[in-house]
Nanobody
């Protein structure tokens, strides 16, 4: 199993970024997937979840209306579209796989998002 994130970077407040997570080594379209972040000096924070077929999505309150999780099962890729970014969104963003029992069993290496003027 391999999860490889990309798309992070430095962006000004109010800007946008789209994160991608390329998945391999497993049958991507049967697993729910997560985005999780870790801000500097803080613990892990769940950001969003998407069902295996993409029909169901869930968000933490602080990103609702600004972030959109999606997936392309034909490309084995998970996405996180982030709009109206705020400095408090600065974090290392991880994609992760649900083990089909509401636990994370695999993580990517993370991609850094920095929101600053």
């Amino acid at each position: 199993v391999q999860l490889v994130e990309s798309g992070g970077g430095l962006v000004q407040p109010g800007g946008s970024l789209r994160l991608s997570c390329a998945a391999s080594g497993f049958t991507f379209n049967v697993y729910w997937m997560y985005w999780v972040r870790q801000a500097p000096g803080k613990g892990l924070e769940w950001v969003s979840t998407i069902s295996s077929g993409g029909d169901f999505t869930y968000y933490t309150d602080s990103v609702k209306g600004r972030f959109t999780i999606s997936r392309d099962n034909a490309k084995n890729t998970l996405y996180l579209q982030m709009n109206s970014l705020k400095p408090e969104d600065t974090a290392l963003y991880y994609c992760a796989r649900d083990n089909r029992m509401w636990l994370i069993d695999y993580w990517g290496q993370g991609t850094q998002v920095t929101v600053s003027s």
